[in-house]
């Protein structure tokens, strides 16, 4: 094979991955999924041998989040300036070994159907712990006191970035046609009160 042939090849490897070489700058990369690449669904095999899963975070931002009735693929769009129903997004974040963005990419058509984009996002933790019953000075406390004891934190919310794929408008608001082919994503209200989180879109295998 000529080098010409090679470079033909490698253009077409990475057509949809145009910035391949700033990627690759760094080993792994984050990527916020929450369609069915996520783990419980069809297409995580995608990235299951090349990336390893980090958090669950939702989106800063509010987006419309639509599948498709006949087959349960999705679409994250941007919201118009007339639509309404916009959310936060609850999914997954991976560390996904940066030459493999390509997959991604071409799984996604990005530049074409989506666009990848650097977004942050919202991980919520609850810490928690153990401390072991004793005195001021350190001294074993009587037996009845001895023992330990859970304790567990405040949520605390701490933004993260990712990259994501956002549905093009030029591509996809023909295609989302008032809801006959596409419906929105199930909404989800949180079991806590959360004054960040009223409700969400959480993507589910039908």
């Known amino acids: 094979m000529n080098i010409r042939t090679l470079n033909q090849y490698a253009l ?6 145009p910035d391949i070489a700033t990627l690759e700058l760094n080993q792994y990369q984050l990527v916020f999924v929450c369609d069915d690449l996520m783990r419980a669904g069809k297409n995580y095999n995608i990235i299951e041998d090349c990336s390893a899963f980090v958090a669950r975070a939702f989106t800063l931002r509010s987006y419309n989040f639509y599948r498709k009735r006949t087959d349960g693929s999705s679409v994250v769009v941007n919201v118009g300036t007339m639509e ?7 999914g997954e974040v991976h560390s996904v070994l940066s030459p493999e963005m ?14 990848r984009y650097r977004t942050k996002l919202l991980y919520p933790t609850t810490p928690t712990g153990v401390i072991r019953n004793q005195s001021e000075d350190g ?10 004891k859970r304790f567990t934190l405040p949520e605390r919310v701490d933004p993260i970035e990712a990259w994501m794929y956002i549905g093009l408008r ?3 608001d023909d295609l989302l046609d008032g809801g006959f082919a596409f419906e929105p994503v199930r909404i989800v ?9 009223p409700k969400y879109y959480h993507w589910k295998n039908q």
């Not at 309404?84 to 609850?90: Q, Y």
Request: hydrophobic share 30%; aromatic share 12%; no cysteine.
């Open 102 to 115: 390509v997959k991604l990419d071409k799984h996604y058509q990005n530049g074409v159907q989506f666009k």
């Open 12 to 17: 077409n490897n990475t057509r949809f991955t």
């Open 189 to 197: 209200e949180p079991e806590k009160v959360r004054n960040w989180l």
């Open 170 to 172: 030029s591509y996809w």
């Open 84 to 90: 309404t129903g916009s959310l936060k997004i609850k």
């Open 139 to 148: 001294k074993p406390l009587p037996k009845i006191l001895q023992g330990e």
